[in-house]
């Protein structure tokens, strides 16, 4: 080898790697990176303010570009903003605005056929688009309110809440919501 080709075959090398690190912090924060957490879901839509508080940091992240979405991750929607999350196993939530809604428990273990979903709105509306149906005897795909519980199956639907009420609408599929206010 030459110099010349020596420093082509450096300088391809070293831009496969920054491309590679970049791709990466896509998916990570700098608290998960730390933590070495993996990410259970994605903000990969966005319009307007929309800001996500990674557990245990007291600033939220204003998304900027796709930001991960963590286990216990608050995700809170702005005036006239709205949010799309992709999560791991397929699921679309879809925040509309002033929305704030908590990654309350997230487990897939795509080999006993097991997802448990369980999200908490605040305030707001959240549309969701269940992903795969998993059968395995632990899975659940819940959104919880302060007033109810809906728990789903392979199903479209919006919940929205205040502190007072809740709304369920379904689209496709079948909802089990139960009254939990006092």
């Known amino acids: 080898f030459n110099q010349k080709t020596m420093y082509s075959l450096l300088k391809d090398s070293l831009k496969a790697g920054v491309i ?7 998916f990570l924060s700098p608290s998960a990176a730390v933590e070495k957490k993996l990410p259970v879901g994605a903000v990969v839509a966005w319009t307007g303010e929309v800001y996500v508080y990674h557990e245990g940091e ?18 809170v929607t702005s005036l006239k903003s ?39 709105i605040f305030s707001g509306k959240v549309r969701t688009l269940a992903g795969r149906v998993f059968r395995g005897s632990e899975s659940r795909f819940q959104m919880e309110t302060p007033t109810a519980v809906a728990g789903i199956k392979g199903t479209d639907f919006i919940v929205s809440t205040s502190e007072r009420e809740s709304e369920i609408v379904t689209i496709t599929g079948e909802v089990i919501a139960k009254n939990i206010s006092p």
């Open 20 to 26: 590679s690190c970049l791709v990466a912090l896509l």
């Open 58 to 75: 007291p600033q939220g992240i204003r998304v900027t570009r796709m930001e991960g979405v963590y286990l216990r991750d608050i995700i």
């Open 82 to 120: 709205r949010a799309k999350i992709l999560m791991k196993d397929d699921s679309i939530l879809s925040l509309g605005e002033n929305t704030r809604m908590v990654v309350k428990d997230y487990i897939l273990a795509e080999a006993n056929d097991n997802r448990v979903s369980v999200f908490k």
